[in-house]
């Protein structure tokens, strides 16, 4: 009987999951990286045989650049398994300097409401008409909310 390992394994190398494959290997070149160096990594692909990592800030990169013939040189002698399939001849880096949208779950507010604590019993003192008449509205709008 085949464990999980087996099953997942022989999915990957089927033709239809290819691309799993470079995943694979993409993940494992990457693990070998530096711990801060792997959180300044954006994403990575493999296009025409050369491995691209795009970094997300211009000192990662230039960490990067500083180690690259190390890790260049350690891929040419001692290659993962998962990347023997593919000829990856080149590793490159550059920096992208498009923002990160982090876009929060749409979340819409309620307005909040508070229960009429007037009655709407007021004088309306005021000489002028215009006046009177809009507070007039007004009481009339709070009797209504308190009797409701």
């Given at each position: 009987?085949k464990?999980a390992c087996?099953?997942?394994?022989?999915?990957?190398?089927?033709p239809?999951?290819?691309k799993?494959?470079r995943?694979?290997?993409?993940d494992?070149?990457?693990?070998?990286?530096?711990?801060?160096?792997q959180?300044?990594?954006?994403?990575?692909y493999?296009?025409?045989?050369?491995l691209?990592?795009?970094l997300n800030?211009?000192?990662a990169k230039?960490?990067?650049?500083?180690?690259?013939?190390?890790?260049k040189?350690?891929?040419?002698?001692?290659?993962?398994?998962?990347?023997?399939?593919?000829?990856i001849?080149?590793?490159?880096?550059?920096?992208?300097?498009?923002?990160?949208?982090r876009t929060?779950?749409a979340?819409i507010?309620?307005p909040q409401?508070?229960?009429?604590r007037?009655?709407?019993e007021?004088?309306?003192?005021t000489?002028?008409?215009?006046?009177?008449?809009?507070l007039e509205?007004?009481?009339n709008?709070?009797k209504e909310?308190?009797?409701?």
């Amino acid at each position: 009987m085949k464990n999980a390992c087996d099953i997942i394994h022989s999915l990957q190398n089927r033709p239809q999951f290819s691309k799993l494959s470079r995943f694979t290997c993409i993940d494992k070149i990457r693990s070998s990286f530096s711990s801060p160096l792997q959180k300044m990594i954006k994403f990575s692909y493999i296009k025409n045989n050369t491995l691209f990592f795009v970094l997300n800030h211009p000192g990662a990169k230039q960490e990067f650049d500083n180690n690259i013939q190390s890790i260049k040189s350690a891929l040419k002698f001692v290659q993962p398994q998962e990347c023997k399939a593919l000829n990856i001849t080149d590793i490159k880096a550059f920096v992208t300097h498009t923002p990160t949208v982090r876009t929060a779950p749409a979340q819409i507010k309620e307005p909040q409401t508070y229960p009429e604590r007037s009655s709407g019993e007021f004088k309306i003192t005021t000489e002028d008409e215009k006046l009177r008449g809009v507070l007039e509205s007004i009481q009339n709008i709070i009797k209504e909310k308190h009797e409701s």
